[in-house]
């Protein structure tokens, strides 16, 4: 296995050869990077997923929300607006997110931040620079658009670009696609204004804080923050009369996941549970019916009594199909919310606010023209 997956690393060479060119074109002005008249930030990574981009947007957005009031940002969640590709569904172009919207429409990341965020504009679309310029026209009283997943998406000139990367696979021990998980070469993270190592332990120690910092190396004008994420109490997908249902020891789980990462989920729930059934597929899945009448099979023929069905929060924007939730509704099935929490909150705070204040000094918002 390991001398074919060499084999890959020809055409690695020359993926990273094409992204460097590219790279080149816009950082000598061949191809043009717009600027916008209002806050852009730019929520991202060097490699394919796992890294934990939506938590962080939602994360974003609680602070900047918590921040407006006292910090004179004025940035409300009716001034906001989240622009994302929309991964994985089934419609193309510009789409701006309702209250009839499925994840079908709009994908599930972007249906996931719809049902937190009712008063966050979300939006989706392929070309970054279209999208914003189709929300200002919607509404110009926006102040502030979050592109998720747009750190390659060089069109778009952002205010302020978070790099994020993964504490178990950072980007400074990965390779380029299809050898190893990188979109682009390791020296694409000068870019970034902030960088966010994820899915740090929480018992992190300093040391290893500092070893990971020498190898990142940043520039001057980058700062390093680290964050982890914190698990919340199930909540019922289908049936909030399940709300009091608790796990022990004694409980079985049966898994079902498709994201880029489980591992860390399902190890969290090892340690609650007395054993955890895994059902895993790829990042953004859409279930058909055959495999959730399989996995209510596997469910339905554990013999404990005391068994649930657990999923992600992204997972379960993709389980409100009128056909899986037949199969489903009548089931004891959760997701578990997470949010992330960046250590030293008050640096990033203040950097963040830093960044902004800068970019606000030469922002005519009253100006804005489409």
Not at 271 to 293: C, G, Q, R, T
Request: hydrophobic content about 40%; charged content about 25%.
């Amino acid at each position: 296995m390991k001398n074919a997956k060499f084999l890959l690393y020809p055409f690695s060479f020359f993926y990273q050869m094409i992204v460097f060119v590219r790279n080149i074109m816009f950082d000598s002005g061949i191809l043009r990077s717009q600027k916008f008249p209002i806050w852009t930030i730019s929520v991202g990574n060097l490699s394919v997923g796992g890294t934990g981009k939506s938590p962080h947007i939602e994360y974003l957005i609680r602070l900047l929300g918590s921040l407006s009031s006292y910090k004179n940002l004025h940035i409300t969640p009716e001034h906001t607006a989240i622009l994302s590709r929309g991964y994985g569904r089934n419609t193309s172009g510009y789409l701006l997110a309702s209250e009839n919207s499925t994840a079908q429409e709009i994908g599930d990341e972007p249906m996931q931040m719809r049902m937190k965020f009712k008063d966050v504009h979300i939006a989706v679309d392929e070309k970054r620079a279209h999208g914003i310029k189709k929300l200002l026209e919607m509404n110009k009283d926006i102040n502030l658009v979050l592109l998720d997943d747009a750190y390659q998406h060089r069109y778009v000139k952002p205010s302020l670009s978070i790099l994020l990367t993964n504490f178990y696979q950072p980007f400074y021990e990965d390779s380029m696609m299809p050898f190893g998980t990188l979109r682009e070469p390791v020296g694409g993270y000068r870019r970034a204004d902030i960088i966010i190592v994820t899915r740090t332990p929480h018992d992190i120690l300093d040391v290893e804080r500092k070893m990971i910092m020498k190898k990142i190396n940043p520039f001057p004008h980058q700062k390093v923050f680290f964050s982890s994420v914190v698990y919340h109490d199930m909540t019922p997908v289908y049936d909030v009369a399940l709300l009091d249902r608790k796990v022990t020891k004694d409980t079985s789980i049966v898994l079902l996941t498709g994201i880029a990462n489980a591992n860390d989920f399902r190890k969290h729930l090892q340690k609650n549970a007395k054993e955890v059934v895994h059902i895993s597929y790829p990042d953004h899945h859409w279930y058909s019916l055959v495999e959730i009448m399989k996995m209510v099979d596997i469910f339905n023929n554990l013999s404990n009594p005391d068994k649930i069905i657990v999923t992600t929060e992204k997972d379960a924007a993709r389980l409100h199909q009128s056909s899986i939730r037949e199969q489903l509704e009548k089931l004891p099935v959760f997701y578990t919310p997470i949010q992330v929490k960046v250590k030293d909150e008050d640096a990033f705070e203040a950097d963040i606010v830093r960044q902004l204040g800068s970019y606000q000094l030469y922002k005519p918002i009253q100006k804005i023209k489409v």
